[in-house]
């Protein structure tokens, strides 16, 4: 059986202010991939800058904004984040602008497990039987993809029948 380690991310603040009661504070919830990364290195041990960020399952995609300068403290049932929140304004390259506010998440870890896949017949069939099944269906979508390439081909391109002496580009028909 094999798990997955998502952590599940409290944001305690809005825009800078804190967030009035704990309500408020769950209705934040967000559930990722939790990386913290040294953004800025730095000699001495422990003393660069650091950026947290929670990402989707594509790895690619912020559930919720940065957090730069970021830093870690361990609390009692998880761990603490405190940093600057940066929330991009615009999409240009040139001029790239952000509102900076302060913000700190609270994260607990959560255990995914593929046990709750047990009634599912497919994740648990042998391999044979799995790449029988792969190979039917590239053969429906390469049948598929056939068909359409015979209805394209059946229908000509040309309004006017193609002929070399009068392509010129100038006369109506041809491309």
């Known amino acids: 059986m094999s798990t997955k380690v998502l952590y599940e991310v409290f944001r305690t603040r809005f825009e800078g202010?804190?967030?009035?009661?704990?309500?408020?504070?769950?209705?934040?919830?967000?559930?990722?991939?939790?990386?913290?990364?040294?953004?800025?290195?730095?000699?001495?041990?422990?003393?660069?800058?650091?950026?947290?960020?929670?990402l989707r399952a594509d790895e690619e995609t912020y559930i919720i904004p940065v957090l730069d300068r970021a830093r870690l403290r361990k609390i009692n049932g998880g761990i603490l984040i405190s940093g600057i929140e940066v929330v991009p304004r615009g999409r240009g390259m040139k001029n790239i602008r952000s509102d900076n506010y302060p913000q700190t998440w609270w994260c607990r870890?959560?255990?995914?497990?593929?046990?709750?896949?047990?009634?599912?017949?497919i994740g648990h069939a042998d391999p044979a039987e799995s790449r029988r099944q792969a190979r039917e269906r590239?053969?429906?979508t390469s049948l598929e993809a056939q068909k359409i390439a015979e209805i394209i081909t059946r229908r000509p391109m040309r309004r006017v029948p193609y002929d070399p002496r009068t392509a010129s580009g100038r006369s109506p028909g041809y491309f």
């Open 109 to 121: 870890p959560v255990v995914i497990t593929h046990s709750v896949f047990e009634d599912d017949p």
């Open 17 to 54: 202010n804190t967030l009035p009661s704990k309500e408020a504070v769950r209705h934040t919830r967000a559930v990722g991939d939790l990386v913290y990364i040294e953004r800025v290195p730095s000699p001495r041990h422990g003393a660069g800058i650091w950026t947290a960020m929670l």
């Open 138 to 140: 590239e053969l429906t």
